[in-house]
């Protein structure tokens, strides 16, 4: 299943900033909010949002990944996995590996969703970006 974008994206600020993983407030100070269209400059980062609302059965897990054409312009983005059970809008990640400027608009279908079975008795997803319904920024992780 093809996925495509929402109308906007998050990058990263002009200049190195130190992200502290378990401080909201760094990682909101790291990332500025953009209204697609956008050209993602060489080496250049993107949070991407679903256009769509993902449900994942129970029995799936589900794999996403770049389609081809937009990996043969230089997208790349790492394997996200998403839970059995999740529900919500998906928030993706890209970077532009190559030399030159990327135009990403809304609507492209800059991603593909593979089902696979899960595994017998894997529990439900239930984590904190459960039922998410806009573009989400990472949660702070709490300290254990």
Do not use: C
Request: aromatic fraction near 10%; charge should be negative.
């Amino acid at each position: 299943m093809d996925l495509a974008i929402s109308n906007t994206m998050y990058t990263s600020r002009h200049g190195p900033h130190l992200i502290n993983p378990y401080d909201q407030r760094s990682i909101d100070e790291a990332f500025e909010q953009w209204f697609l269209p956008y050209e993602l400059a060489p080496r250049e980062a993107a949070l991407l949002a679903t256009e769509l609302v993902i449900s994942v059965p129970y029995t799936s897990v589900g794999l996403i990944g770049v389609r081809s054409t937009w990996a043969r312009l230089g997208v790349v983005s790492p394997l996200t996995i998403v839970d059995p059970g999740f529900e919500g809008i998906l928030t993706l990640e890209i970077f532009n590996a190559s030399g030159n400027f990327i135009k990403v608009s809304p609507g492209d279908e800059i991603f593909s969703l593979t089902l696979v079975p899960a595994e017998t008795g894997t529990k439900p997803y239930s984590g904190r970006y459960q039922g998410q319904s806009l573009l989400t920024l990472a949660k702070a992780l709490e300290r254990k």
